[in-house]
């Protein structure tokens, strides 16, 4: 299993972005998914996690209502959309995969991609 993250970048705080995550080499059903974080001189925390198909989602108290997680199985892709961005939000983000059964606060992934970089400017 490999995971390809991208999509991050520099935004300015109010602003969104959306980071995606391929999955390769088995199937993205197969797995709970989710995002995590993790900024610099801090420990990588749990941001988001949803079901296989999608049916349920949680989040981070520190995201709630402004990211939000979903995924695509067909495309094998799994997304983060950050709306309302502040420079908190800056860090390395980091997709991953887990058999769980389900998505939960305390998912511990067995696979992880190697991270994009968001950066939210004052």
């Known amino acids: 299993v490999q995971l390809q993250a991208s999509g991050g970048g520099l935004v300015q705080a109010g602003g969104s972005l959306r980071v995606s995550c391929v999955l390769s080499?088995?199937?993205?059903?197969?797995?709970?998914m989710g995002w995590f974080r993790q900024a610099p001189g801090k420990e990588r925390e749990f941001v988001a996690a949803?079901?296989?198909?999608?049916?349920?989602?949680v989040y981070a108290d520190s995201v709630k209502g402004r990211f939000t997680i979903s995924r695509d199985n067909a495309k094998n892709t799994v997304y983060l959309q950050m709306n309302s961005l502040k420079p908190e939000d800056t860090a390395v983000y980091y997709c991953?995969?887990?058999?769980?059964?389900?998505?939960?606060?305390?998912?511990?992934?067995?696979?992880w991609g190697q991270g994009t970089q968001v950066t939210v400017s004052s």
């Open positions: 949803i079901s296989r198909f999608g049916r349920t989602t």
């Open positions: 991953a995969a887990s058999p769980a059964p389900v998505a939960s606060v305390q998912l511990k992934p067995d696979y």
């Open positions: 080499g088995r199937m993205l059903s197969n797995y709970v």
